[in-house]
C-alpha cells in the first residue's frame, strides 16, 4: 500500500506568508468574480470593487502582521510570540481606525465589502492553520 507524503512546510513563517497570501488572493478572486456574475453588469462591476477593496485591507493588513513574526523570527526567536501578538493587536486597531475614521467611498457597497472582508479572513485563517500545522519551529536550542 502506498502512503502520501504529507507536505512540510520546511520554510517556516516566510512559507506560512506565501501560503497564505496566495490563498486569500485566489479566495478573492473567485469572489469577486462571482459577485460581478451574480450581481450583474451594472451593480456586479460595484460589488466586486467593494468585495475587493474590503477583502485587499483584509490581505495587507494580515501579510504586514505575518511579515512581521516572519521577520521577528528570523531576529528575536525568544520574542517573537510577543512581537505577534502585538502585531495582531496593532492590526485589529488599525483596521478599527480605518473603519472609524476614514469615510467610505459613496459608491461602497456595503454587504459586498463584509463579505469581502469575511472571505478573506476565513481563507488566511483556514490557510495558516493547515501550513502551520505542518510547519516545524524549533523555539528553544535543545
Known sequence: MKTSAKRVNTRGWWGILVACLIGSVAALAVAVVIAWLVVGRTAGGTAAASLGLAGAAVVVLSG??????????????????????????LKIILMAVLLTVVPPPVWLDTMAAGLGALVAIVAWQVTEVFVFARTRQQIYDD
Open 64 to 89: 504586514l502582521t505575518l511579515l512581521v513574526t516572519a521577520w521577528s523570527w528570523d531576529r528575536w526567536r525568544e520574542q517573537a510570540v510577543f512581537i505577534a501578538l502585538f502585531g495582531f493587536v
